[in-house]
T-cell receptor, first 114, second 116 residues
């Protein structure tokens, strides 16, 4: 049973560029959330997708956008990259309507903006 | 919104000792409290969770306690081993009115170091 998978694992971008990160949820899960984790901090909620729509959003600017596909996989897009966007980006999935509230994280994508 | 405070930021213990990490939350509506372990270079992994209708939960060497009145919860690790060394995060979740979706708010993490 594959867990949450993310790609790429590491990438380096230049200020002002755009980046796309990808996530495949755990088998049987239909809800995907994205988190940003800066060094030495806990994960910060960016947004959540369910049924291909953004359902909830954290305190992140519109430069952060996403998409969910019919197979439940998801993308996170960040435009006009800033140095402060350097962080570990985590994807998490859960089964909506399941008995528990547990979310499962992927290994993350390390983004460095130079 | 919810605010979660976690202490200590760093905890150093000898192998075999116990370790305790404490968290407080601000919103009394929170009713789900997971704990995650994050090893270097990896994503957080759920190790135990507790719901507000339970005061304590135990799983082998780890246990979590919850005091809803005081709005704090704690992680207890007994007989620590070097492989327990990692960053531990607590979180608190408020149920949403629509769809029942829980979005956890995380603490800043505790770096646990277990010396052999």
């Amino acid at each position: 049973d594959a867990g949450v998978t993310q790609s790429p694992t590491h990438l380096i971008k230049t200020r002002g560029q755009q980046v796309t990160l990808r996530c495949s949820p755990k088998s049987g899960h239909d809800t995907v959330s994205w988190y940003q984790q800066a060094l030495g901090q806990g994960p910060q909620f960016i947004f959540q997708y369910y049924e291909e729509e953004e359902r909830q959003r954290g305190n992140f600017p519109d430069r952060f956008s996403g998409h969910q596909f019919p197979n439940y996989s998801s993308e996170l897009n960040v435009n006009a990259l800033l140095l402060g966007d350097s962080a570990l980006y985590l994807c998490a999935s859960r089964e909506t309507g399941g008995a528990g509230n547990t979310i499962y994280f992927g290994e993350g994508s390390w983004l460095t903006v130079v | 919104g919810e605010n979660v405070e976690q202490h200590p930021s760093t905890l150093s213990v000898q192998e075999g000792d116990s370790a305790v990490i404490k968290c407080t939350y601000s919103d009394s509506a929170s009713n789900y409290f997971p704990w995650y372990k994050q090893e270097l270079g990896k994503g957080p992994q759920l190790i135990i969770d507790i719901r507000s209708n339970v005061g304590e939960k135990k799983d082998q060497r780890i246990a979590v306690t919850l005091n809803k009145t005081a709005k704090h919860f704690s992680l207890h690790i007994t007989e620590t081993q070097p492989e327990d060394s990692a960053v531990y995060f607590c979180a608190a979740s408020i149920p949403r009115a629509s769809g029942g979706s829980y979005i956890p708010t995380f603490g800043r993490g505790t770096s646990l170091i277990v010396h052999p």
